[in-house]
């Protein structure tokens, strides 16, 4: 990094931040981009204020949450994560952090690839319900739960939320009519695009709420069948396994 006639010093640190952001993005994860805090005191900090934080396979989300909270750039534009057998609790401490600046897409990708047994489970949580916050800026979400029991956000509004995609979910028994009111117009009044796919716990809703007005596309895939209101939808895609 340093030029070879010994007087020019760091060449890429004299870089502005936009252009280095660029180079850690190229990055595979937000690890990688924080190593490079090693090179010069310039890229200390560099890695907390990127836009945009990818990991994948994680197996500590402790380290995510540090990753979180060290992060100080005003808005989050992009949030990517793949977990492996992660507690409820972890996830749910992850995912609040995240609504307070994600102003972009998240990307969360569970993957459960442990048996354990019950009294195993309990200690570490598995099978209890955690709280999906409400994202109030954020504009894609796109969550596959490996079906972890959730429990929906009582209020709050998604306002700039336009895609919506929940897999492999359990609704909590006590919310299994709140999905509804979630995806309503009141609560998401820009949501373009919505997508179900293989959930648990849903059942008919005891009224049909009216699903956000932009609404131009829903699929529910293997899914318990339920009543929706959709004034202008252009695109449905409906199995029920």
Sequence with gaps: MADGGGGAGDLLSALPDDVLHLIL????????????SVLARRWRSLW?????????????LARVTAALLSHDAPLL?????????????????????????LAGKLLL??????????VAAAAAGIGAAFHIPCF?????????FAYLTIRLPPFGVFAK????????FRLDDSQCDHLGDIVSSERC??????????????SNQPSAPRLSSPLASLS????????????????????IA
Excluded: Y
């Design 109 to 118: 990708d569970i993957v459960m690839r442990k048996k354990r047994n019950p």
């Design 77 to 101: 534009h992009r949030l990517e994560l793949c977990s492996h057998d992660p507690a409820p609790h972890e996830v749910a401490a992850v995912l609040h952090l995240a609504a307070r600046s």
């Design 48 to 60: 907390t204020t990127l836009p945009e934080l990818r990991f994948p396979a994680v197996t500590d």
């Design 136 to 144: 109030r800026k954020a504009t894609e979400i796109s969550i596959r």
């Design 220 to 239: 529910w895939k293997n899914c318990s069948s339920s009543r929706f209101l959709l004034p202008c939808l252009e695109h449905c895609i409906w199995s």
């Design 189 to 202: 009044p820009s949501l373009q695009a919505l997508t179900l796919c293989n959930s648990q716990g849903l």
């Design 25 to 36: 993005l190229r990055l595979r994860s937000a690890a990688a981009a924080a190593r490079t």
């Design 161 to 168: 939320l336009s895609v919506l995609r929940l897999t492999r």
